[in-house]
């Protein structure tokens, strides 16, 4: 399977509530990182956190990385339409000079 | 607000065509990716440079594509020839490498390519 692979494929919640989707990987990382995509456009940073870091926050983002279990999980606080998108997980694998994308989180606000 | 360009932004043609797509990066970026995003089989890496030099062409198919950096500010994508399994979304991202880590990726708009 892949590396970096996201959790739940396909989210779906109400206006207001938190939405948390988790990545998972198997080999060591520099960093991981978190990008947004809309429909129809590309891939947009939201939030980097180094294999050093256990949390960040970033507005109403707040991204855990939890290196001994090789997971790390993107909440959204109070959520809003706007924030329908697919969300991606990347890691920068240890050596390997480039981001490994998963396959996505499709997360749907309803108003 | 600098940004990553892609041209065209849609392609329709038949098979057996040939194809270019140009990308310009983010002046004074000095890595350039090339993916493909399509529903099967996600977001995947093609080829990628650093400062002009080709790093990593491993994910593409290198019988029909190719992929160049004839100078700083463009980046080119070849497909020939084509064919209806390359429709896809294709995109290209720039960022800044110094070191061993690879920081935050730009993304361009995409070109839709569309091969009948």
């Known amino acids: 399977s892949q590396q970096g692979e996201e959790d739940p494929q396909a989210l779906s919640i109400q206006e207001g509530e938190n939405a948390t989707m988790n990545c998972s990987y198997k080999t060591s990382i520099n960093n991981l990182q978190w990008y947004r995509q809309n429909s129809g456009r590309g891939l947009v940073h939201l939030i980097l956190i180094r294999s050093n870091e256990r949390e960040k926050h970033s507005g109403r983002l707040r991204v855990t990385l939890d290196t001994s279990k090789k997971s790390s999980s993107l909440l959204i606080t109070a959520s809003r339409a706007a924030d329908t998108a697919s969300y991606f997980c990347a890691t920068d694998l240890q050596g390997a000079q480039k981001l490994v994308f998963g396959q996505g989180t499709r997360l749907t606000i309803n108003p | 607000d600098a940004r990553v360009t892609q041209t065209p932004r849609h392609k329709v043609t038949e098979m057996g065509q040939e194809v270019t797509m140009r990308c310009q990066p983010i002046?004074?970026?000095?890595?350039v990716f090339w993916y493909r995003q399509t529903m099967m089989q996600g977001l995947e890496l093609l080829a990628y440079f650093r400062n002009r030099a080709p790093l990593d062409d491993s994910g593409m198919p290198k019988d029909r594509f190719s992929a160049e950096m004839p100078d700083a500010t463009l980046a080119t994508l070849k497909i020939q020839p084509s064919e209806p399994r390359d429709s896809a979304v294709y995109f290209c991202?720039?960022?800044?490498?110094?070191?061993?880590?690879?920081?935050?990726?730009?993304f361009g708009p995409g070109t839709r390519l569309t091969v009948l």
């Open positions: 002046l004074g970026h000095n890595t």
């Open positions: 991202a720039s960022g800044f490498r110094a070191g061993a880590y690879t920081d935050t990726q730009y």
